[in-house]
């Protein structure tokens, strides 16, 4: 993308102070800014690193106060953060232009392909399949039958997206992702040999849901597992069948969700936290990294940590005493040898 500062402000809702004429080509950490560059200051760790920046514009807050001079030009937004991550947007949006269709990849004639529609080298996309207006799919890409994909979805290379599973608009897809695989089902006979469940459901993604690099979600066994609008999911999550994940919920990495968990809307979930099967997690949760959730958490808003967790700032309490326990320790065997003294 190129564009002038002044119409980059415009697009951003934004105040500009300098030049409206100044092209920029990329965006730029502040610190490595060069001509051509648009970087950021929202922290103000990073406010020396304004005044020596060679990028030809910064994004700060509107009542941002210099202490300096300034080489660059200012747009002042009400939001560093929301506006860059706009921005970034539009910068990726231009990088992903209409390629069409890789003569390598297979597509059978019975898939619909919405307009302006990529598909990469390799790529396999099965019978029945559909394919909304202006999405992108990489090479190496597996598509089941009667996939469903929404329009201007991105799918990077290697996912694979079991039969029959729904993709809604504006969703990314990172590499190597999983989608609608088998869920862990299988029911001991009389002999202790375990007998697989046949997995008959199936996966909905809703709106502008990302889901990271070599995450897995199972189908549910009957019904579906699904995950809401908004969501966003980090690399190497595991979410089990029949998981029920509510709208604009943020998972971190390595977390691992059992069977049947209903999970509310507007959850914050930390890296690594294991949550057990069939339980219920309202809206508005927090959890912190590491924690392990082993009964259900009814009380909206709540903040919770450890294993199995408890509420946040009880578990800090508690964990101060626990680190004073061998000093604590030490006084009563003091005690204990002046009482046998």
Partial sequence: ????????????????????DIWI???????EGEEGSISFLANP???????????????????FQPKEKIGAALIRVDNVYLTVGKLLSQFEESKIAYTGVHPTA??????????????????VISDACRI??????????????????????????????YKACVIGNDCIIHSNVVIGSDGFGFSPDEKGSYQKIAQLGNVEIG????????TTIDRGTMGDTR???GCKLDNLIQIAHNVQIGEHTVIAAQTGIAGSTRIGSFCQIGGQVGIAGHLTIADGT???????????LESANGKWYGSPAIEYLAYLRSFAEFKALPTLAKRIKVLEDRLKS
């Fill in 1 to 20: 993308m190129k564009i002038t500062t002044g119409e980059l402000a415009r697009m951003v809702d934004g105040l500009l102070e300098g030049d409206p």
């Fill in 25 to 31: 080509t990329h965006p730029c950490k502040i610190e």
């Fill in 45 to 63: 760790k990073y406010e020396s690193y304004i005044y020596q920046t060679r990028a030809s514009a910064v994004i700060v807050e509107k009542g």
């Fill in 106 to 123: 297979i597509i059978e004639p019975t898939t619909q392909l919405g307009n302006h529609v990529s598909v990469g080298p390799y790529t």
């Fill in 132 to 161: 909304g207006d202006q999405s992108k799919i990489y090479g190496h890409v597996f598509l089941d039958k009667n996939v469903s994909i929404g329009q201007r979805v991105i799918i990077y290379p290697g996912v694979k997206i």
């Fill in 207 to 214: 709106n502008n849901v990302e889901i990271g690099a070599n």
């Fill in 227 to 229: 995950v809401g609008n």
């Fill in 286 to 296: 927090l959890i912190q990294a590491q924690s392990g959730i082993a009964s259900s």
